[in-house]
């Protein structure tokens, strides 16, 4: 399989427009315990004209062994990073596109504490829905683009960042409640998470919501 390497073609092209691009990832939207995050990455003009770091790919496409490396460089690379979240509570109150657009716009308002303003800032999402501008972002320009992630440099920045933060959460969790190994499966729909539910039952970082048990397992 050939992998493609993330480009900053879109980002020099925005940023003649643009003083800033953000880019907007999640990771965790298909767990069935754990929050959900929301990776953003800056990047401005003088950085579109630098070397990608090395490695730098969608976080689904970086060896987890080396995640964490990756996505140091990612952060000493990109001008600035946040990662927003919203609980599996939250999630079992509002829905999953809700939360992440809650996520998404923690993930903004860390980024205004650091000297950013998104609303001068054209927001790229990863996928094919704005789910910022229904969370009750006012003034910012999102514009969903499919596969960003893959293609694009800051979204594979912003991806790795937020998939570290979401996978050291998920230790830290099990870490009280070893029995569902998220240190290994990091909430998702592995055998031994799902043989875990069916001894201890759901725990309170479970999304209690969700149709679980027909959930397909993924490893």
């Not at 689904?60 to 995640?67: A, G, N, Q, T």
């Not at 990612?74 to 079992?92: H, K, N, Q, R, Y």
């Not at 979204?155 to 070893?178: Q, W």
Request: charged share 20%; aromatic share 4%; hydrophobic share 50%.
């Amino acid at each position: 399989m050939t992998v493609i390497e993330p480009r900053l073609t879109l980002e020099r092209r925005l940023l003649k427009d643009y003083p800033l691009v953000i880019a907007c990832d999640e990771v965790g939207r298909g767990a069935l315990a754990g929050p959900v995050a929301v990776g953003a990455a800056v990047v401005d003009p003088a950085l579109s004209r630098t070397r990608i770091p090395a490695g730098l790919r969608d976080s689904k496409l970086v060896p987890e062994p080396r995640r964490a490396d990756v996505a140091a460089r990612a952060a000493s690379w990109v001008s600035e990073s946040a990662v927003g979240w919203a609980s599996s509570v939250e999630i079992d109150e509002i829905g999953i596109m809700a939360a992440l657009g809650l996520a998404a716009v923690r993930a903004l308002a860390d980024l205004r504490a650091h000297g950013v303003v998104p609303e001068t800032a054209i927001v790229i999402l990863d996928g094919n829905y704005d789910y910022i501008t229904p969370a009750g972002a006012q003034g910012l320009r999102v514009t969903p683009i499919i596969k960003a992630d893959r293609d694009c440099a800051s979204a594979a920045a912003a991806s790795v960042i937020a998939k570290v933060a979401r996978d050291a959460l998920m230790v830290t969790l099990h870490d009280d409640l070893p029995a569902y190994q998220w240190a290994r499966n990091k909430g998702y729909a592995s055998l031994d998470h799902r043989e875990a539910i069916s001894t201890n039952g759901l725990s309170a970082h479970h999304r209690h919501s969700w149709a679980i048990a027909d959930a397909p397992t993924l490893f």
